[in-house]
């Protein structure tokens, strides 16, 4: 295969997609998490590719700090499908206190992955804790704007709450993304 195959097949995408066989707020429906990882040259593969290319050594050496900089930075943007997965089974089986103490984590390791958020308020409004779940389903709408599920939630937290109007605006938000909310 040529260089130009090779280059051509690494910035093709892995798309790795797994349902989750229920949701964890009012409504009981599939809940979808998508992962998007790119098949990129690894620093290896840059560095001997630049010495190919006659990249003297004093460059070739700043090239690799710069590499490993932006590897440190990099290093995880989102949880593991593993801590996902573990999640999802202490919350499905009831166990709260995993549940509560893991997603506290991952929303503090990862704190723009929804799913943590999604979690960590559907478990402490189930466990009675409605005042406490109100900041991590709003971080959940904030990450997610686009569900209307999320939305929904949120008005339904917010009436529990006594703060109607905005709960009547959750639920607006909630009918204008999806109209069968409304029934």
Do not use: C
Not at 150 to 162: I, S, V
């Amino acid at each position: 295969m040529t260089e130009r195959g090779t280059e051509h097949k690494q910035e093709q995408s892995e798309v790795k997609v797994f349902t989750v066989p229920f949701a964890l707020g009012e409504i009981e429906e599939n809940l979808t998490v998508n992962s998007i990882k790119a098949n990129k040259p690894s620093q290896k593969q840059i560095i001997e590719q630049e010495k190919k290319q006659g990249m003297n050594e004093k460059r070739l050496n700043a090239l690799r700090m710069q590499l490993k900089q932006t590897a440190s930075e990099k290093m995880q943007v989102e949880p593991k499908d593993i801590e996902i997965n573990k999640l999802f089974l202490f919350y499905k089986n009831r166990q709260f206190d995993k549940a509560e103490k893991l997603a506290i984590s991952l929303s503090e390791r990862f704190p723009k992955h929804p799913f943590s958020w999604k979690v960590l308020g559907a478990l402490l409004k189930k466990t009675g804790r409605i005042i406490e779940s109100l900041i991590p389903i709003q971080k959940y709408v904030q990450l997610t704007p686009e569900d209307a599920e999320a939305h929904f939630n949120l008005g339904n937290t917010l009436k529990e709450l006594g703060r109607l109007v905005e709960a009547e605006a959750s639920y607006k938000n909630a009918i204008a993304l999806k109209p069968d909310f409304a029934e």
